[in-house]
């Protein structure tokens, strides 16, 4: 089967999961902090799309919930408090430029490409929309995961870990035809409850050591050890 065989619905979705994966480049690059909470308000959207479209093409209603939910908690919500947690951290006008920019894009797009090989022998050769969807939503995990490695800056680190979070959930969506509601409700409370923390620990360390910036940290670390 072909791309072209596969019905609309199927067809868009597929589209609107590579702009997912395109927002996690654009997410992974960004340099300024409020430019990178709004990359991520918009990753968020796609995702709440692409679950109505699920919800739509079949007949699982429940999604259209959990679009909605997710589109008041990524696109809204969740941005909407890191921007009061950045602004009241003064780091509205921070920048934190790769050091190796091309080095890092290479790096993932050598992480699609692994998700694509990993996912061809788990997946039947016959199931092209599954196979490209999870392959899509791993290759936006391991992007996520990437960002918190390279990333120096605690609050990026955190973007990171929520955009794999989208990737998960783009994954259980889409290949799995949804979670239930239940499970879907104590994830999305599970996310907010971490980001508030993430927060509070934020504030924390902000008035301990005047910085959140983890190479800095752990330079301090190393210098506690020392003494």
């Known amino acids: 089967m072909i791309l072209e065989q596969l019905p609309l619905l199927q067809q868009l979705t597929l589209v609107l999961a590579a702009i997912v994966l395109f927002v996690s480049f654009v997410l992974l690059e960004q340099a300024r902090l409020v430019a990178a909470i709004h990359v991520f308000a918009w990753q968020g959207a796609l995702t709440a799309t692409v679950t109505a479209i699920v919800a739509a093409n079949s007949d699982l209603k429940h999604l259209f919930f959990s679009a909605a939910l997710t589109l008041i908690m990524k696109a809204l919500l969740i941005p909407w408090m890191l ?135 752990n330079r301090l670390t190393e210098k506690a050890d020392e003494s």
């Open 83 to 217: 921007h009061r947690l950045v602004y009241r951290l003064e780091l509205d006008r921070h920048r934190e430029s790769l050091r190796h920019p091309a080095l890092a894009v290479m790096a993932a797009l050598a992480l699609v490409i692994f998700s694509y090989w990993a996912v061809a022998p788990l997946v039947k050769q016959e199931l092209l929309f599954t196979r490209n969807i999870v392959a899509v939503s791993l290759a936006v995990v391991l992007i996520g995961l990437w960002m918190m490695v390279i990333r120096a800056q605690a609050v990026a680190q955190v973007l990171g870990f929520m955009s794999m979070e989208n990737g998960l959930f783009l994954a259980a969506v889409t290949a799995t035809g949804g979670m239930p509601l239940v499970v879907e409700l104590g994830v999305a409370f599970d996310v907010l409850v971490a980001m508030i923390l993430f927060g509070v620990f934020f504030f924390q360390i902000r008035e301990s050591i005047d910085t959140l910036d983890v190479d800095r940290m």
